[in-house]
């Protein structure tokens, strides 16, 4: 069993939407300070394809995919907040697929982590809020397919609600969906198993105080595979919220996750999901600090065989 947590990435993730408050050179950012500072090798970077039609289908309908591929606006994809182009389609495909090969590395080595990902604002029919294919749901949905799991968890930590995730298994007993959130700012919300809304101005401690309740709800479903959504936007200057976490208190975060985790053997999946600091390197900062605890929790965990 490997020590070592799987870390996956493509060049493609960063592409290029035109002037933007989402900073899609983070990706790459990410992965740069990650070799810098020595914690993962470029050897060790698994560069995925993009999931396959076959896959996208578990989750998304085939209209909904016919107006992706031939790049139609319609009401399904007009809500993306993106523009639409076959560079910006096959990125999403890309981080699809490679949510689900790092859930799929995770299962044998304890930890897998997707440097991008965590689209949780795509429906099986529309897109919204910055994402066109829900590739946490496409990830559970394809191991659930080939047999390497049945119950799973979602733990989205982003300064939005995963309505597109929560909608999208809320008639599925295996599947359980928490999120914690601001609860005053978009989306509308969907109902998820278990839903904490934050008031505006909510700080580290209250944070982390209410993630450890809702955790207990978590590891009392017994997934056999936890997905984290680890959004960078919770943070104190985030341009499009108004919760005030810290770089410490988003630390603490991403230990009581990935801990817990850990300590119950369960295979976990790190995706980034959003984070619009003023300054892109707060935003990079958070995320190489969640890819960090990640890591160095691998290289101690032993999970179960699967």
């Not at 700080?203 to 960078?232: C, I, K, S, T």
Request: hydrophobic share 40%; glycine share 8%; with cysteine.
């Amino acid at each position: 069993m490997s020590s070592t947590a799987a870390v996956v990435h493509a060049p493609a993730y960063e592409c290029d939407i035109g002037p933007h408050v989402f900073p899609t050179e983070k990706f790459a950012l990410v992965r740069r300070c990650l070799v810098a500072a020595g914690e993962i090798d470029e050897a060790q970077i698994l560069c995925p394809e993009p999931a396959p039609r076959t896959d996208l289908l578990l989750v998304h309908t085939p209209e909904y995919l016919s107006d992706l591929e031939h790049l139609r606006i319609t009401p399904r994809t007009a809500c993306s907040e993106l523009p639409l182009t076959a560079e910006i389609v096959r990125a999403y495909a890309l981080a699809a697929g490679g949510t689900t090969l790092a859930a799929r590395e995770a299962l044998t080595r304890g930890v897998g982590i997707n440097l991008g990902g965590g689209f949780h604002h795509a429906f099986a029919d529309l897109a919204s809020g910055f994402c066109y294919i829900n590739d946490l749901a496409v990830a559970i949905r394809v191991l659930q397919r080939d047999g390497h799991i049945e119950r799973a968890a979602v733990v989205d930590c982003d300064l939005h609600q995963g309505n597109g995730t929560a909608h999208l298994f809320r008639d599925d007993p295996r599947v359980f969906t928490f999120s914690i959130h601001q609860q005053n700012l978009y989306p509308i919300k969907e109902r998820g198993d278990l839903d904490i809304g934050l008031d505006n101005e909510t700080g580290d401690d209250e944070f982390n105080r209410r993630l450890a309740e809702g955790l207990e709800r978590v590891w009392a479903h017994r997934p056999e595979l936890l997905l984290y959504q680890a959004g960078a936007d919770p943070y104190l200057d985030d341009q499009l919220g108004s919760l005030r976490l810290t770089f410490a208190g988003l630390e603490a975060r991403d230990r009581q996750v990935l801990e817990g985790a850990a300590a119950r053997k369960i295979p976990a999946v790190v995706t980034l999901g959003g984070g619009y600091a003023r300054k892109v390197s707060d935003t990079v900062h958070i995320h190489v600090q969640t890819s960090r605890v990640a890591l160095h929790l691998a290289r101690q965990r032993s999970p179960s065989p699967q």
